[in-house]
């Protein structure tokens, strides 16, 4: 694309998002709180989807002092179903930075914002552009695609290589005069127009010099490098059941481990390295020593056990059972929290698990699967 068309491109870029934009909360605002809080979200789900996410966050924390005085527990809570939570923590953690080292101010450095847990270039630069005008641009997935395709990028968009030519490119039709509204615009262009399986060529002010288009590309840009292989994980949950107190109990666990779901809660888990049946797995060494380590005497016991479940992260396929048990009181230590199981739904729980505590009737479902010895 030659100085003439970068220019056309960019003139004809805010006229289009003029005429085009989606009236969205963040664009309302040049608050750095909002403008960082609906970037995170955004990272993680689509904009309809992250709607809802970003009025219950932002209605429940009005201000970064809210959500820097907030229990993580309940951060957690709120996020549940986004995924990735380590970036719920991490802005949990942030938000507590900002209030101490900056008075809740955000830093209007890119070196500062840098340092902030959760913070990398892409957020950096999209919050010193909408809140600060910064002359930064922002390189989303959106953005890579319209990149890629304009000037006909044909290396892979996740490779380093790939990302810096299409910074280099992106840099010549980069409107350094505004940059914040430039920056939505192509993210906005990218989303609405130039979309990802039917870019709308037809109608494109850009189709006289985009280069995909020129060479019929546009279907097939951007490349991306192959993903990295998935592994399988097989799981099994042990929900123990005790009336206490004249409640039904069982116990939850904290994660604390560096791995999926961490700081969030599920059961008593155990893994195996590879697809084992639930009857092979009640004999396998390690639960036997899980049960003679807690007095609970196998031969006295019904196992209840679930379908198996399948669910899906990223480079990660789940295969999970659930398993449950009446047993006596339990006294089990940490890092397990004894809690009525019509609780259970009140913790921050992964996905899959809020999608099994929201089984019809989850009491019954724990006490009325199929029965093994
Ligand atoms: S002509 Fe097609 S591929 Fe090129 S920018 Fe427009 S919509 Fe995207």
Known sequence: MNSKACAHFRQNLIDWYDTHKRDLPWRHTR?????????????????????????KFTNTYPTIFHLADADEKDVLKLWQGLGYYSRARNMHHTAGIVVKK???HFPDSYK?????????????????????????????????????????IEKPVNTTKGLSEVNKNLSHIFDTKQPGT?????????????????????????????????DNLQFILPLKEAKTKTLDRYLFYFIPLFVEN?????????????????H??????????????????????????????????RSAIDFYISKLYHHK???????????????????????????????VKDYPLPKLLENFSNEKDFNNFCLNLLPVR
């Not at 993680?44 to 996410?53: A, E, F, I, P």
């Not at 990223?314 to 929290?337: A, C, D, K, N």
């Open 246 to 262: 004249n409640s039904l109990c069982t116990y939850l666990n904290r994660r604390t481990a560096k791995d999926i779901w961490q």
């Open 264 to 297: 969030l809660y599920d059961f008593i888990s155990f893994e195996t390295t590879r697809k084992t049946s639930p009857q092979n797995f009640l004999k396998s060494k390690i639960f036997t020593q899980f049960l003679a380590d807690n007095s609970i005497k």
């Open 102 to 104: 900056y008075n809740g």
């Open 112 to 152: 500062e914002l840098l340092e902030l847990k959760g913070i990398g270039p892409y957020t950096a630069a999209a919050i010193l552009s909408f809140a600060f005008n910064k002359s930064l641009a922002v390189t989303d997935g959106n953005v890579m695609r319209v990149v890629a395709r304009l000037f006909a």
């Open 31 to 55: 608050d750095p709180y909002f403008i960082w809080v609906s970037e995170i979200i955004l990272q993680q789900t689509t904009v309809d989807q992250g709607l809802s996410y970003y009025y």
């Open 313 to 343: 992260l990223t480079h990660r396929h789940l295969h999970v059972t659930f398993i449950s048990f009446v047993t006596p009181p339990l006294e089990l230590g940490q890092p397990y929290i004894k809690t009525p199981l019509s609780q």
């Open 182 to 214: 430039f920056n939505q615009a192509i993210m906005e262009f990218g989303a609405q127009h130039c979309k990802v399986h039917k870019p709308l060529c037809n109608s494109c002010f850009a189709k006289d010099y985009c280069k995909a288009y020129a």
